[in-house]
Every structure is written in C-alpha cells, then in structure tokens.
C-alpha cells in the first residue's frame, strides 16, 4: 500500500461551503410553474406588461389554452373608462334637445390614474373625418341611391358600448333634422387596436327613422376576434299609413363575416304586431338583463328581447304609471343574489323614486325615495328657487342618476345604494350619457411568441454586437 496525504474530509466540507451558491431566478421555474404566476396577474393590462417583459413569458402567454384560462379565471376585463358624450343643453320636457341641435362630441377619462391607463389609447382621432369643404352626397327622393360604401361625414355620435367596442352613428349632414328623425349609417370601432368598420344601414329600410341602435355579442365566449364576434341591433320605426298617428317597431340584426349582413326580423303571420304611438312620445329608458325599455307618454312601455328579437308592451302597476318622459323614468339594472333585476327610477313631484319587484311574489313596490330639495341643500351651488318644477334626469346607470333642475342647468349624482347626493364626480360635468369601455380581449401578441424566434432574436443581438451596437 503506498504512502501517500490523507484527505482532511472536514476541509473539504468547509471548502464546498465556501463556495458562493449559484444564484436562483424565476428563470428556472419550470413552465407549468411560469404559467400559474402569469395566472395569478390581476387584469389584462398586467398582462401585457409582463407580456412584454421576455420572450419567455410572451410565448407563455401566447400558448394554446393561456387565454382561456385566464379568461376563465378572471372573467370579463374590467372597464378601463368612460367615454362622456359632451352636450351642451340638457332635454326639455318632451325629451327632444333644444333647438338648434349641436354635433356632440366625446371625451374619454380613465378609471385610474393616469400611470395605469392612458388614455392617449382610447382617441378616436383615427376614425376618417373629410374636410369641412367637402359637399355631402345628395338625396334624391325620385331616384333610389346606390348603397355601395360608407358614407363618411363629420355627423357622429357615439350611441352604445360592449367590452372594449363602440358604435358610432354616421348619419347624414343635416344640421336641421334631429338624428332620431333619420335613419344613419353605423361604425363600429376597437380605439385600443385603432381597428374600424363602416356599416351602410339597409337600403330597403333606410326611410324609416331610428328609435336606437345597441351592440351586442357574436357569440363568442372569452376568446376571438372582438371585430368579428359582434353583432348590431338597429330597431327603426315605421310609421302608419292608413293611421298616422300610430306605427310599429321594426328591429334589423347586422352581423360580419363571409355571410353576414342586415337581417330583417319581420314577424310570423302567428304574431301580432305591436303597435305604438307617435316616435316623439316614444324614448329610450334602459337596457339591462337582455332587454330593452322604451318609455311611452301614454303609460306604456315598450319591450325588446334581445334573445328572440320580439317586441312586448308592459304595463306597469298604477302606483308607478304615468307619462313615462326621457327627464322623469328610467329603467335600470341590479344583481340579487347573482341574478339579474330589474328596477324603475322616476321623478315624481319633488322626490327620486327607485322601484323593485318582490323576489316571492314579484310585486313592484318602492325601494327607496330622496326629496331632492332637502337632500341638495347642502351642495355648492344650490338656489332656492330649485325644485319649484319637477327635476329632470339626465342620465342613469344601474348605480347611479345624474339630474338638473328645470329652473337652470345644475348638475348633481345621486348614488342609489345609499341616496346620498353629490355633484364632484366627473360624471357631473358632462350632460349627455357615458359608455364604458374595456381594453380588447385577448390581447394582441405577435412577437416572438414560437421557440424559433429565441433563436432569431439571439442571432441578430450577436451580430449588432460583432458590429459593436447597443441593444
């Protein structure tokens, strides 16, 4: 056996843990791991950052399945802001604005701060405006006019909101004919994506008049293209000709794609048409749990399905009748118990009554009231020659009603779950409605999202390096 040192195995140890450890990152998670954190982001937006933070997770987040799962887990995008029509007269008492009509126009203002969402995003200064020189087209009534493109005009209006799209009206120059009385063509636009598309309305029916006109979805549940998965709903009235004084709604159903276009929903010889009253004692009152409520000055109100695209007359208890005006009734929406409600707000006398229906026995009755005089005391602004005529209403959402008095143009909020009043909130500066608006789902991701581009890139950053660039 030859002599030789004996290893001092308590060396080796102390040498081994001398030795600095090799330093641990999220790069050695495995992927099933990468995609749970990624998981765990709270909005689309946080998204995108992280998104764009490697290629790594870029294509993480791009795989098949990601999305969807997301999407899954936490649902729909939040609303990112609010597009606040800007009016400069509220509507009298027959709903109809102030004469002369002025083109309204857009202001978008986020949810956060600024350093969240920038709002620079959300412009609509990619939408084709032609020069004030240019002469519109002209409408001859002797000749059937060629609807071969759309028309694009400086008359635009955005009118309804769905995740991250808006619909815009394109209706013709007529600065002496109130949009209601003619019916428009449509845009429909993504303004995150900068991505639009002109919707010439249907030519058979483009002499009727246009009680409203609302999106709605294609389909398509968490996944998509949100410019091919929606749908237009434009609901029209078409007048009597033996009875002038009455007519009938008529909804149209437009959808994109290779067959898509304008679809008539005429009703079956079994069903009966519902007829209505003059347009001008017709207004729109609310959308909430699928349908559609058009108040009348008669008592009535008219009903849309959006599900079968049928229209129904409701009659509402005698406690809650009466001329149902675009500035006195509103219906609204509310979650119980995660389901769906239903709820009337209206202006009687000097009070702000809110109405709901029994979850037993479905039984209408008053959920809560505010005397606007009392409760608006208090507010900068006030005058005690307010309320002498009943308030008007403005706009409404399912949480809140914003409203002036008759007397003068003043405009405060009251916040329906505690009827409290207030007139600091942006909403209040504004007097036309307000449509949300969500940043596109899924989100757009096309740079290196395949195990082929690492190479790629790992290449070109070699050889802007042998050339002695800066990445």
């Known amino acids: 056996m030859g002599k030789g040192k004996r290893r001092n195995k308590s060396t080796a140890k102390q040498r081994r843990a001398a030795l600095p450890a090799a330093q641990t990152t999220v790069h050695d998670l495995p992927d099933e791991l990468v995609c749970q954190v990624l998981l765990g982001l709270g909005s689309p937006l946080d998204l995108i950052r992280a998104a764009a ?31 606040y029509v800007t009016d400069t007269q509220p509507p009298d008492v027959t709903g109809v604005l102030r004469w002369p009509p002025r083109k309204p126009s857009a202001a978008f203002v986020p949810s956060s701060s600024p350093d969240v969402v920038d709002g620079g995003l959300f412009s609509l200064d990619f939408l084709y405006v032609p020069p004030v020189t240019d002469r519109p087209r002209r409408m001859y009534y002797g000749r059937r006019p060629r609807r071969t493109r759309i028309r694009h005009n400086q008359c635009r209006e955005i009118v309804d909101s769905r995740g991250s799209l808006l619909l815009l009206t394109n209706g013709p120059w007529r ?29 058979d ?77 017709i207004h729109l009152a609310g959308r909430t749990a699928g349908r559609v409520y058009w108040g009348i000055e008669d008592g009535t109100v008219l009903v849309l399905e959006e599900s079968t695209v049928k229209f129904s007359l409701l009659t509402f208890p005698v406690q809650m009748r009466g001329p149902y005006r675009r500035t006195s009734f509103r219906v609204i929406g509310s979650s119980v118990d995660g389901e769906d409600r239903v709820r009337v707000v209206r202006v009687h006398g000097e009070d702000l009554e809110v109405f709901g229906q029994l979850l037993d026995s479905g039984e209408w009755v008053v959920e809560k009231s505010v005397a606007l005089r009392d409760a608006t005391a208090g507010l900068s602004g006030w005058d005690y020659r307010f309320f002498w005529l009943p308030a008007r209403i403005v706009t409404a959402g399912n949480t809140f009603v914003v409203l002036t008095p008759a007397e003068k143009i003043w405009l405060f909020s009251v916040e329906l779950e505690t009827m409290e ?49 800066t990445v």
């Open 175 to 203: 600065e002496l004919v109130h949009p209601r009385h003619w019916s428009s063509d449509f845009i429909v636009c993504e303004p995150v994506s900068r991505r639009y598309q002109g919707i010439a309305r249907p030519a």
């Open 205 to 281: 029916l483009s002499h009727l008049p246009l009680l409203g006109a609302f999106l709605l979805d294609g389909g398509g549940a968490g996944g998509g293209d949100t410019m091919s998965s929606f749908r237009v709903l434009s609901v029209l009235y078409e007048p009597d000709r033996s009875r002038y004084q009455f007519g009938m709604p008529r909804a149209c159903v437009f959808a994109p794609g290779s067959d898509g276009g304008w679809h008539i929903c005429w009703h079956t010889m079994d069903d009966e048409d519902v007829e209505v009253p003059l347009m001008e004692m």
């Open 421 to 469: 009043v207030e007139n600091e909130h942006v909403r209040n500066r504004n007097i036309g409605p307000s449509y949300p608006c969500a940043l596109p789902w899924p989100p757009l991701l096309r740079a290196c999202v395949r195990r082929g581009d690492d190479d790629a890139v790992v290449s070109k950053r070699r050889q802007r390096h042998s050339k002695g660039t």
């Open 53 to 83: 933070t490697c290629v790594r997770w870029r294509r993480a987040i791009a795989g098949e399945g990601f999305l969807g799962r997301f999407y899954d887990h936490h649902g729909a995008p939040c609303v990112a802001g609010h597009y």
